[in-house]
């Protein structure tokens, strides 16, 4: 049974940092895409950052590049999301999502219809 655990997320206010993790299980974590989505209310769900697990090539949509890291413990079957001054216009649900069956890919990582399993999701909120 797969499983993406999300956990880091909280309150914050403008200016902080959070680090967002994702407990991945029950497939080959190896050689596989994950990614970061999040989605605002009333807002589509949106790409952020993906990574492939085999060799840790990182991608980023530009609005977040600077700011947000994509990283993992392959021994831990483990991906993160550091994100560092956070704004207002960052809160949002985000998401891990999976697909051991594809690399990334440049052009098509941030659609989420690329992934097979996504967490649950973890709440970030950020006040100014």
């Known amino acids: 049974q797969v499983q993406l655990v999300e956990s880091g997320g909280g309150s914050v206010q403008a200016g902080g940092s959070l680090r967002l993790s994702c407990a991945a299980s029950?497939?080959?974590?190896?050689?596989?895409?994950m990614g970061w989505f999040r989605q605002a209310p009333g807002k589509e769900r949106e790409g952020v950052a993906a990574?492939?697990?085999?060799?840790?090539?990182?991608y980023y949509a530009d609005s977040v590049k600077g700011r947000f890291t994509i990283s993992q413990d392959s021994a831990k079957n483990t991906l993160y999301l550091t994100i560092n001054s956070l704004r207002p216009e960052d809160t949002a649900i985000y998401y891990c999502?999976?697909?051991?069956?594809?690399?990334?890919?440049?052009?098509?990582?941030?659609?989420?219809?690329?992934?097979?399993?996504w967490g649950q999701g973890t709440q970030v909120t950020v006040s100014s």
């Open positions: 999502a999976a697909d051991p069956h594809w690399g990334c890919n440049s052009g098509s990582w941030h659609y989420p219809s690329n992934y097979n399993y």
């Open positions: 990574i492939y697990t085999g060799g840790g090539t990182t």
């Open positions: 029950g497939y080959t974590y190896s050689n596989s895409c």
